[in-house]
Each structure stands twice: as structure tokens, then as C-alpha cells.
């Protein structure tokens, strides 16, 4: 099952940022069936009855990356799915890990301890880089094993799942960057880049993440694309990406504004009330909503050349390719239980996620505004091109926009370099 691809992956191995963590215990799980996970419209104990659980199940997940810690909304839903789903299975044993996101730690890490027959059973995280990692043979292929899941999946999320065809994520929810602002402060959400630069311009205090990720939602706005039909390179077809690095640029320069690739230059500062308008995801949402109880949320704001789409991006479970085969079938149906229909309710309403499940509906009118949101988002691509992007886009954002607040580098240029960078990465 070991793949020597994988091995090659520990030249390049970062120190481990959390405790290691071997493949859960052996014990094989009583049998379930490949494609029968847990009943939507069942409670936990009623889901588990037909086939008990048992076994030791390590799992990690970076739910605390956002701040708040132990206490923060996301790692208190997912403690309220394990404590179900251990006391329906009083023989299944769950080891919860936090590895945090941070420089795509968790990613990184289970990297390491996979490619030597190590690492959780499964772990949680956004579809960020499951191209790079299915390809290399690191997430156990799904393919005819969740099939019941994914029928009541929506269909942005069965394709965020996969990977030239293949299916290597059980599906949980849906996230995209949306703009965040305390209805106190401000009367009407800007709509559009010119408004939100019109409302900074006469004191509104503003933040704006900067980088690859983040930055994306411009690109758009100002009319530019980072990909043609092709895979190739499409920034320098037109002014959009360069303009959309400018736009941000400008916003760095007015003084009631912060603008940072630091996440919590922006995220502490809006939680403390020292920030009224932000842009970012609804992983934080319900942390906003306990610090800010008059919070709104809004779309992205469009600008001169279209709509502003920010990545949409599927966040799931995927199981070590690494793990036994009975490890790996307990892995499954402990992810399944993860994604039922009840479970998915209880992260909609504890942590304001997306669900993927068709069958959950969210009541609360901001994990509706995310769910436009989702859906207005440009949905992430899982192309092996797309990978190569991250890397020369990320640094022509922090060139532009250096945090040390100096004048930066020209965004033209740097957009030009970053396309030929990719392009001859992927051999374009």
C-alpha cells in the first residue's frame, strides 16, 4: 500500500507541529457496508444500532488555526460529534488532534508521517491542496465507497471532492471569503470596490487579508482571470489581475484601513471591536457573532470589470491511504457519521457552516448570506496547474503589498513574472 512517491516527500519534511500520531489501533470495526453510512433522517444512537462501531480512531483536524482555541465554535461542534458518536460505540475510541493550518501545516505534516505508514486515519481540511495530495498517493481513493453520501451532497461539493474523476474527500461543508461588518458602525455594506474605498476614505475602519487566497475574490472584480480554457495563464490577457493588486494597494494606503497577510491582524483586531468591516470566511462566523452581537454579513464586493467571486472551497474528511484496510473502512464510517444529516445541523448551528448535505437547511440569516456567498464563489480547481499558482501569485501579492508597509514592487511586472513562473512550472 506504500507508495514510493510518498517516500520521496520526507526530503523535503517540516519539523512536526504536533505530537506524532501512528495509525489508530488495528481492531477491525464490526462489519459495516462500503456504502452504508448512517441514515440522514436518524439520531445517533438509531444510526449506529444496525452495526456498532469498535476499534481506536485517530483523527486530526485544525479547527482552533482561526483562534479561539479549545473554546473556539468549530472545535466545540466537533467535540459534540465525537461525544455522539463514542456514546452510541462504547468500544469505538476517537484521539481528537489539533495541527494547526497555518503554512499548510496540517497538510505538511501529514505528508511525513503518511509517506512512512504513519499519520491520523483521517483528518478534516479544506480541499486546498487534495490535487497535490491525491495525485501523490497519500488519501485513500472513495470511489463506489460514499456513493450514499454523496446523493444527498450538493454538487459544487461532490465535484470539490474530487480529483481527475476520482473521488478523495467525504464531503462536509463549504466555504468562501464574504464581508463581514458590525451593523452598528456601519448603516450599509459597501457593494462595490468603489463604495468600500469611498466608506474607508472618510474614516471607516476596515480590514483586508492580502495574498493568494485572499486576493482572489478581486481578481474578478476588476475583470481579470488567473487560467484560460487551456490551464495556461490568463493574468496578463488583460489589466484585471495587476488592477485588482493595485485596488488593494491603494486601500493600504488610507489610514483607517489594515491591510495584512497576517490573519490576525485583521481577525483579533475585528473580534476586540478595534475593526467594523471586514473580508473573510464563515470558519469564524460564529466566533464573530459572540464578539460582535450586531454582526452582518454581506457579498464581495463587485467592481468595475464583473462580479467579486472569492475561491469556494469544500472542506471534508480524507482517509490515510497509508492506514490497514480495516482502518481505513472504520475511518469511513466514523466520517460518515461526521457528515450525517444531524451531525452536519450541529456544525451549522455551533460553528455557522455551509452544510454540503442537500437535506440540512440553515434558518439563520447569516449562514444564508455565506451561503450565497458559497455559491457566488468561483469554485476551487483541483487541476495539477492549479497547484503552481499558489506559489509565484502568493509572492507577487507580498511584493506588491510588503506588511513592513514600504512603496512595494510593480504590480504589472510582478503579475507578468508570476504567470511565466507558472507557465513554465506547467510546462505551458
Not at 20 to 40: E, H, I, R, S, Y
Not at 117 to 139: E, Q
Not at 168 to 188: G, N
Not at 323 to 335: E, G, K, R, T
Amino acid at each position: 500500500m506504500k507508495n514510493p512517491f510518498r517516500l520521496a516527500a520526507l526530503a523535503g519534511s517540516l519539523v512536526l507541529a504536533a505530537s506524532a500520531c501512528g495509525p489508530g489501533a488495528t481492531t477491525a470495526p464490526t462489519t459495516v457496508p462500503a456504502t452504508g453510512g448512517p441514515a440522514a433522517s436518524s439520531g445517533p444512537a438509531e444510526t449506529q444500532a444496525a452495526a456498532k462501531l469498535s476499534g481506536k480512531i485517530t483523527l486530526w483536524h485544525a479547527y482552533a488555526s482561526s483562534g479561539g482555541g479549545a473554546e473556539s465554535a468549530e472545535v466545540q461542534g466537533l467535540n459534540k460529534l465525537i461525544a455522539n458518536i463514542t456514546a452510541a460505540n462504547p468500544d469505538l475510541k476517537i484521539e481528537s488532534v489539533f495541527v494547526t493550518f497555518d503554512n499548510n501545516t496540517i497538510f505538511n505534516n501529514f505528508k511525513n508521517e503518511s509517506a512512512t505508514g504513519g499519520g491520523p486515519d483521517l483528518f478534516i481540511a479544506p480541499n486546498d491542496s487534495l490535487g497535490d495530495m491525491a495525485r501523490g498517493g497519500y488519501f485513500a481513493d472513495l470511489s463506489g465507497k460514499i456513493d450514499d453520501v454523496l446523493a444527498n451532497t450538493s454538487d459544487v461539493a461532490v465535484e470539490g471532492s474530487k480529483v481527475d474523476g476520482k473521488v478523495y474527500m467525504v464531503p462536509e461543508s463549504l466555504k468562501a471569503v464574504a464581508m463581514y461588518y458590525d451593523t452598528a458602525k456601519v448603516a450599509t455594506p459597501p457593494a462595490t470596490t468603489d463604495e468600500l474605498k469611498t466608506w474607508i476614505s472618510g474614516g471607516g475602519k476596515a480590514g483586508i487579508l492580502t495574498g493568494a487566497y485572499f486576493g482572489w475574490g478581486f481578481y474578478s472584480a476588476f475583470g481579470g482571470k488567473i487560467f484560460d480554457a487551456n490551464n495556461k495563464c490568463a493574468a496578463t490577457t488583460g489589466t484585471g489581475v495587476a488592477d485588482a493588486i493595485n485596488y488593494v494597494k491603494s486601500l493600504n494606503a488610507l489610514p483607517s484601513a489594515v491591510v495584512d497577510s497576517a490573519y490576525g491582524k485583521i481577525n483579533d483586531p475585528f473580534i476586540a471591536g478595534n475593526l467594523d468591516l471586514i473580508l473573510n470566511g464563515n470558519w469564524a462566523l460564529a466566533d464573530y457573532r459572540k464578539a460582535r452581537p450586531t454582526l452582518g454579513v454581506a457579498a464581495f464586493p463587485n467592481g468595475p470589470g464583473g462580479t467579486g467571486s472569492s475561491l469556494t472551497g469544500t472542506d471534508g474528511w480524507y482517509i490515510n491511504a497509508a492506514a490497514s484496510d480495516s482502518q481505513q473502512a472504520l475511518a469511513i464510517a466514523v466520517a460518515k457519521y461526521f457528515v450525517s444529516a444531524e451531525s452536519q445541523q450541529i456544525m451549522v448551528d455551533t460553528a455557522g457552516h455551509v452544510p454540503a448535505n442537500k437535506s440540512v437547511t440553515a434558518t439563520d440569516p447569516l449562514v444564508k448570506a455565506f451561503t450565497d456567498a458559497v455559491y457566488k464563489g468561483f469554485p476551487r480547481p483541483q487541476s495539477a496547474e492549479f497547484g503552481q499558482y499558489w506559489g509565484p501569485f502568493g509572492d507577487a501579492w507580498t511584493k506588491a503589498i510588503p506588511d513592513d508597509e514600504s512603496a512595494g514592487a510593480d504590480a504589472t511586472t510582478l503579475v507578468a513574472t508570476a504567470c511565466t513562473t507558472m507557465d513554465t512550472a506547467n510546462k505551458k
